[in-house]
C-alpha cells in the first residue's frame, strides 16, 4: 500500500524555522515527482513546491527563497526546510506524489498533513 | 481568488443527481491541461476522486464522473448518499504552476 507520513508541525514564532518530514512507504520517492501542499485553516488547497525525480525544484512565489524541498534517498522520506516564517504560512501541510506527466500530473496519494501555527 | 473558479456550495437530497463546475481559462484548462478532482471530508486529507478529467481511481464508486469542455470542468455526483457531504477541489496547471479551485462545499441536505 501506498501511504505518506507527515510529522514535524508545531507552534513557531515568525521569523522561525521549522523542517517537516515525510515519510513515504509502497513507493520509491527518488524516482517520483514529490510535493507539498498546504491549506490555510477554513481555506482552499495551494501548491507551494514540488521536486522533479531528477532533483530539481520548483516553488510558489509565496514560498521562494524561503521553504526548501529535499529528499532523504536512504530514507525514503521528504523533507521541507521552512525559514522566516510569517503568521499566513500558518497551514496543514500536505506531502503528497506527484503522478502522471507532470504537466498533466494529479496529487496521489496525500498523506495525512501536519499543522503548522506561526505565531507570537 | 483561485486560478480556476468553483461556487462555493451546492446541495442536494440523498439520491438527486448535483453538478460542480470548475471555470479556467486559456492558459490552463482551455490550454489542454487536464483537470482532476478531489474529496475532502471533514477533518481529514484530500483523496483522489477523479483524474485525467474523466477516469476514476480503482475504489471510487461510478456514482462520480467527470468531463470537460473548453475552458471548463465538470464533477457530477448522481444517487446522492449522505457521505458524499465534503469540499470538492479541482486541480489543473497554469503557467510552470499546479492550481487548484478554491473549492465547493456540498451539503446532502
Known amino acids: 500500500e501506498v501511504q505518506l507520513v507527515e510529522s514535524g508541525g508545531g507552534l513557531i514564532q515568525p521569523g522561525g524555522s521549522l523542517r517537516l518530514s515525510c515519510a513515504a512507504s509502497?513507493?520509491?520517492?527518488?524516482?517520483?515527482?514529490m510535493s507539498w501542499v498546504r491549506q490555510a485553516p477554513g481555506k482552499g488547497l495551494e501548491w507551494v513546491l514540488v521536486?522533479?525525480?531528477?532533483?530539481?525544484?520548483y516553488y510558489a512565489d509565496s514560498v521562494k527563497g524561503r521553504f526548501t524541498i529535499s529528499r532523504d534517498n536512504s530514507k525514503n522520506t521528504l523533507y521541507l526546510q521552512m525559514n522566516s516564517l510569517r503568521a499566513e504560512d500558518t497551514a496543514v501541510y500536505y506531502c503528497?506524489?506527484?503522478?502522471?506527466?507532470?504537466?498533466?500530473?494529479?496529487?496521489?496519494?496525500w498523506g495525512q498533513g501536519t499543522l503548522v501555527t506561526v505565531s507570537s | 481568488q483561485s486560478v480556476l473558479t468553483q461556487p462555493p456550495s451546492v446541495s442536494g437530497a440523498p439520491g438527486q443527481r448535483v453538478t460542480i463546475s470548475c471555470t479556467g481559462s486559456?492558459?490552463?484548462?482551455?490550454?489542454?491541461?487536464?483537470v482532476h478532482w478531489y474529496q475532502q471530508l471533514p477533518g481529514t486529507a484530500p483523496k483522489l476522486l477523479i483524474y485525467?478529467?474523466?477516469n476514476r481511481p480503482s475504489g471510487v464508486p461510478d456514482r462520480f464522473s467527470g468531463s470537460k469542455s473548453g475552458t471548463s470542468a465538470s464533477l457530477a455526483i448522481t444517487g446522492l448518499q449522505a457521505e458524499d457531504e465534503a469540499d470538492y477541489y479541482c486541480?489543473?496547471?497554469?503557467?510552470?504552476?499546479?492550481?487548484f479551485g478554491g473549492g465547493t462545499k456540498l451539503t446532502v441536505l
Open positions: 503528497a506524489r506527484l503522478y502522471g506527466d507532470f504537466q498533466r500530473g494529479w496529487f496521489d496519494p
Open positions: 509502497g513507493f520509491t520517492v527518488s524516482s517520483n515527482y
Open positions: 521536486i522533479y525525480s531528477g532533483g530539481s525544484t
Open positions: 486559456s492558459s490552463n484548462i482551455g490550454a489542454g491541461y487536464d
Open positions: 485525467g478529467n474523466s
Open positions: 486541480q489543473s496547471y497554469d503557467s510552470s504552476l499546479w492550481v
